[in-house]
């Protein structure tokens, strides 16, 4: 298995969440409440520019912005690679448990910035960092 993978959103990158026909810009404040209604299992397909032919089906994505300084607040497995229309795109499967729990206490940026230092592009191999990552996930934390 490849990965763990961080997918980067941004405001910034004039992407949008594709919910049932409904096109909506992609910003923090949509991600939040989209994994709180529990809409974003319905935005099938991300775009992607980087690494297509590394993912894997059950590769970990985690769902990280700079935005507001949050970090990773978001948690999928790939489902799917494919290419649409020219373009390449992940299909994921969220596990809306483990984003709400992310978004509850997310994996701060500056500590994201430490193994990435511009998470610009929107796929970004972290499995140099797994152990780390793991370490700070909410639901690994026990005590």
């Known amino acids: 298995m490849a990965g763990p993978w961080l997918?980067?959103?941004s405001a910034r990158a004039r992407r949008t969440f594709d919910v049932r026909g409904a096109s909506i810009p992609v910003t923090t404040s949509s991600y939040q409440e989209l994994v709180r209604n529990g809409r974003i299992v319905e935005d099938r397909?991300?775009?992607i520019v980087q690494h297509w032919r590394h993912v894997e089906i059950r590769d970990e994505l985690f769902i990280y912005t700079g935005d507001h300084e949050l970090g990773i607040i978001g948690y999928a497995t790939v489902n799917g690679v494919e290419e649409r229309g020219?373009?390449?795109n992940l299909l994921p499967r969220f596990d809306l448990?483990?984003?709400r729990m992310l978004l509850?206490?997310?994996?701060?940026a500056a500590v994201v910035r430490q193994w990435v230092p511009y998470a610009r592009r929107n796929v970004i191999d972290l499995a140099c960092f797994g152990n780390q990552l793991c370490a700070l996930l909410p639901?690994?934390?026990t005590g």
């Open 7 to 9: 997918y980067t959103i």
């Open 45 to 47: 397909l991300w775009s």
């Open 86 to 88: 020219g373009r390449w």
């Open 97 to 99: 448990a483990k984003c």
């Open 104 to 108: 509850q206490r997310p994996i701060p």
């Open 139 to 141: 639901w690994s934390v």
